[in-house]
Nanobody, 119 residues
Framework: QVQLVESGGGLVQAGGSLRLSCAAS????????MGWYRQAPGTQRDLVAT???????NYADSVKGRFTISRDNAKNTVYLQMNSLKPEDTAVYYC?????????????WGQGTQVTVSS
């Protein structure tokens, strides 16, 4: 089994910053792609940013230049540094880790952490 524990969410004023962390533990070794997604009430879950095990990154257009994803492979942890936060960034943020299990690439999700940006 693989467990993901997220932390770092909270309430912040517009223009502020938050840093999210997601640590993977359990039966996991060298995760493949790690990423962050978010879901606001009444909307679908959307990609925020991903990072491969080689360090290649991908960002949603809405967060480019404001958010930075990084990972610590020694700790199986992925981070999301969020700067210049806007009210529209308010959502539950979920981390996702992809990990090979035999011939299968499996997705594992965190429990979600609330980010609220006040105007």
């Amino acid at each position: 089994q693989v467990q993901l524990v997220e932390s770092g969410g909270g309430l912040v004023q517009a223009g502020g910053s938050l840093r999210l962390s997601c640590a993977a533990s359990g039966s996991i070794f060298s995760p493949d792609t790690m990423g962050w997604y978010r879901q606001a009430p009444g909307t679908q879950r959307d990609l925020v940013a991903t990072i491969t095990n080689g360090g290649s990154t991908n960002y949603a257009d809405s967060v480019k230049g404001r958010f930075t994803i990084s990972r610590d492979n020694a700790k199986n942890t992925v981070y999301l540094q969020m700067n210049s936060l806007k009210p529209e960034d308010t959502a539950v943020y979920y981390c996702k880790v992809q990990h090979w299990s035999g011939f299968y690439l499996r997705d594992y999700w965190g429990q979600g952490t609330q980010v609220t940006v006040s105007s």
